[in-house]
């Protein structure tokens, strides 16, 4: 889809889980040429509230085309503040 700005929304990197897909999304954007940034990068513990606002900072902010949630709770917290903020990201 051409995304060049792309944010990762996920879990700490003290979570097993939380390192690797922080590690994965780095490997791709790196693969994809695309320089991770930090400002685009949000790792907390994997809450909704962590999700919520880290979406609200980033999309006044920054303004990523798409974003990543490493995680189930942060996926549904990030697709409900895209509706409700009107962001006409991409959430996978």
Same mark, same amino acid.
């Given at each position: ?8 929304? $996920? ?5 097993? &889980? ?8 780095? &490997?791709? =954007?790196? +693969?994809?040429?695309? +320089?991770?940034?930090?400002?685009? &990068? +949000?790792? $907390? ?19 990523? &085309? +798409?974003?990543?949630? $490493?995680?189930?709770?942060?996926? =549904? ?6 509706? =409700? ?8």
């Amino acid at each position: 889809l051409g995304h060049r700005c792309i944010a990762y929304i $996920g879990g700490a990197e003290g979570l097993s &889980t939380g390192a690797g897909r922080a590690r994965g999304f780095r &490997t791709a =954007l790196t +693969a994809a040429g695309i +320089a991770p940034l930090s400002e685009l &990068t +949000a790792l $907390g513990q994997p809450r909704a509230r962590f999700a919520r606002d880290a979406f609200r900072a980033m999309h006044a902010a920054h303004r990523p &085309t +798409a974003v990543i949630s $490493g995680g189930g709770e942060l996926i =549904l917290q990030n697709v409900q503040q895209s509706s =409700l903020q009107d962001a006409d990201w991409i959430l996978a």
